[in-house]
């Protein structure tokens, strides 16, 4: 079992840089492999980005490559998530998730969910 708890969000200008955290309460954090999940208004939960327990692997979507950057500390039991360059469309709740295995593109694989946090782009 895992808590994950979701913090840094805001409003911000296009071009600015935000930095979402995930604090995990659990003992076996650093097992999971953990993603950054978001969803905008009107639109499905996609994949952002994530990161396997060994920080070894990571994924991340066409639309942030670049942009955006995971990480993870498990010793602080906590997985960050490093947006620059914000665009309008980086716009949506962002929500981290746990899973037990390799990283998976789609939520169901996960497990469990944070509450999320919004993030607003403006132009």
């Known amino acids: 079992q895992v808590q994950l708890v979701e913090s840094g969000g805001g409003l911000v200008q296009a071009g600015a840089s935000l930095r979402l955290s995930c604090a995990a309460a659990?003992?076996?954090?650093?097992?999971?492999?953990m993603g950054w999940f978001r969803q905008a208004a009107g639109k499905e939960r996609e994949l952002v980005a994530a990161i396997s327990w060994s920080r070894v692997s990571t994924y991340y979507a066409d639309s942030v490559k670049g942009r955006f950057t995971i990480s993870r500390d498990n010793a602080k039991n906590t997985v960050y998530l490093q947006m620059s360059s914000l665009k309008p469309e980086d716009t949506a709740v962002y929500s981290c998730?746990?899973?037990?295995?390799?990283?998976?593109?789609?939520?169901?694989?996960?497990?469990?969910w944070g509450q999320g946090t919004q993030v607003t782009v403006s132009s």
């Open positions: 659990g003992r076996t954090f650093s097992s999971y492999t």
């Open positions: 998730a746990a899973r037990v295995g390799s990283i998976a593109t789609m939520a169901k694989e996960y497990g469990y």
